[in-house]
């Protein structure tokens, strides 16, 4: 079984924690160095925990969130705490936001932004996190005064493993978070998802989005990895235009609840998770 003694700082969308048995079940019995270029909630990373990972994202927030954690727990802990130290009214919701956002303009990547993301991320509506044209964070306020944003221990006992581990945190493309995979590593994709339906909108969790042209590269650096000997898994919506991505590799279909969509009734659906070995 898994060792669940920590859990993911954020509610994040497609966050795996629901999935993290059947994901840990399919992985290769034996692998060298571990490679999750979407790194997100990080359910995966921190419910098994490899000795040598390289996690990646390219949202510059949630990368400095884990480098903070990493470098500087205590102080983030600190802050989470002194916004929880009292109620959140609509006004400090709004003010936090602002400062955040001050923070992402800026490039101001410390401590205070790794806590206002976590703290936002409580009290946001339904713990999305989207952003504006701009890059600002935009999700409006959920109504939730009080209650602790932070389990201190989990933040530590994360802290600890992202310090004693070997656990490269880095900012890039998905491909160029790849360009030391070698043969016997195992990379663990999760991508902004496919929409369900042609009328759904591709996920944008950054500025640019993940577009289709992206999804069809990241179908192509799958294929160059199987090729350079390496074992790589994918989880996906199950729809026919990712089933026509990975034609001819391993696809098991499985059933998720979506928690994050505002419609209660679309809070089921099937995914995929695809693999090479």
Request: hydrophobic content about 40%; charged content about 25%; glycine content about 6%.
């Amino acid at each position: 079984m898994i060792d669940r003694k920590m859990s993911p700082v954020l509610k994040w969308a497609g966050g795996k924690t629901q999935l993290l048995q059947q994901i840990a079940d399919n992985m290769p019995a034996a692998y060298n160095k571990y490679y999750e270029p979407f790194i997100g909630g990080a359910a995966v990373l921190l419910g098994i925990t490899p000795s040598q990972a390289f996690i990646n994202d390219v949202n510059e927030q949630l990368v400095n969130l884990y480098a903070r954690l990493k470098t500087d727990a205590e102080s983030v802990i600190a802050k989470v705490s002194e916004l929880d130290a009292v109620p959140c009214t609509k006004e400090l919701y709004y003010a936090a936001r602002e400062q955040y956002n001050r923070k992402i303009a800026g490039s101001i990547l410390d401590a205070e932004c790794a806590a206002l993301m976590i703290w936002i991320n409580k009290h946001c509506f339904n713990g999305l996190y989207r952003v504006n044209g701009k890059g600002l964070f935009n999700v409006p306020y959920n109504n939730k005064v009080n209650g602790k944003s932070i389990d201190e221990d989990n933040l530590r006992a994360i802290a600890e493993y992202l310090r004693k581990a070997d656990v490269t945190v880095t900012c890039l493309d998905f491909e160029q978070a790849c360009s030391s995979v070698s043969a016997g590593d195992f990379v663990y994709f999760d991508s902004p998802y496919i929409p369900e339906s042609a009328t759904a909108n591709f996920t944008d969790y950054t500025t640019n989005g993940f577009t289709l042209s992206d999804h069809q590269r990241l179908a192509e650096l799958f294929k160059r990895l199987d090729r350079l000997g390496a074992k790589v898994m994918l989880s996906n919506n199950d729809v026919p235009l990712v089933r026509s991505l990975y034609e001819g590799y391993n696809i098991q279909s499985l059933d998720v609840k979506r928690l994050i969509n505002r419609d209660a009734g679309k809070r089921t659906g099937k995914e995929v998770l695809i693999t090479n070995y």
